[in-house]
């Protein structure tokens, strides 16, 4: 399969500080990225939707000031948590879809903890 | 609206017990289920895409089928690497929508 690498795997941040995360597709073109949070034994929770120069299509109840997203290129989508409280400290994951293939491909994605 | 139910929960094996996970979708319109594998504190690792009813792909121990109702996933003569959580997921609307997920299956399997 594709791969996609997200990095970094874990950050400790303390609170009121940000975070910015990368998600990058090694060997594909990532016209869309999406960015899922997960919670512990629970299943992904979509945060936001990113195509490639456009903004992003943030999910109900998801604070777009607070979880910024980027995605700049076909290969690159950031997502920046702004002024990290503990109650943001999680486990992110991206994914990756191109035009070719139409699975979409994680990364292994990230452990935050805010203290 | 679109909708993937994963069954069991949770599912407890004996090392070469065979057994199969459930994933029933109700969508507008199909255009891919994937099954993915994930690890504790790792991102999902895909697994299959099945287009098409009476479609079946295999991998080492794994199969899984495809019916215009639901999924199955076969594991045959598991061993306790293969245990961890195995999610379900539809493709709607094609194009770059988000997949639409299960809650997942957590397989343990016990040597």
């Known amino acids: 399969g594709a791969v996609v690498s997200q990095h970094p795997s874990w950050v400790i941040c303390k609170s009121g500080t940000s975070v910015k995360i990368e998600c990058r597709s090694l060997d594909f073109q990532a016209t869309t990225m999406f960015w899922y949070r997960q919670f512990p034994k629970q299943s992904l929770m979509l945060m936001a939707t990113s195509n490639e120069g456009s903004k992003a299509t943030y999910e109900q109840g998801v604070e777009k000031d607070k979880f910024l997203i980027n995605h700049a290129s076909l290969t690159l989508s950031t997502l920046t948590v702004t002024s990290a409280h503990p109650e943001d400290s999680s486990f992110y994951i991206c994914?990756?879809?191109?035009?070719?293939?139409?699975?979409?491909?994680f990364g292994q994605g990230t452990r935050l903890t805010v203290v | 609206e679109d909708q993937v139910t994963q069954s069991p929960e949770a599912l407890r094996l004996q090392e070469g017990e065979s057994s199969s996970l459930n994933c029933s979708y109700t969508v507008s319109g199909l255009r891919g289920l994937f099954w993915y594998r994930q690890d504790p504190g790792k991102g999902p690792e895909f697994l299959f895409t099945?287009?098409?009813a009476g479609e079946e792909k295999e991998k080492e121990r794994l199969k899984a089928t495809l019916t215009k109702k639901e999924s199955f996933l076969h594991i045959t003569a598991p061993k306790p690497e293969d245990s961890a959580t195995y999610l379900c997921a539809v493709d709607p609307s094609g194009g770059n929508t988000p997949l639409v997920f299960g809650k997942g299956t957590r397989l343990s399997v016990i040597a």
């Open positions: 099945l287009y098409s």
């Open positions: 994914s990756a879809r191109g035009t070719a293939r139409t699975e979409a491909f």
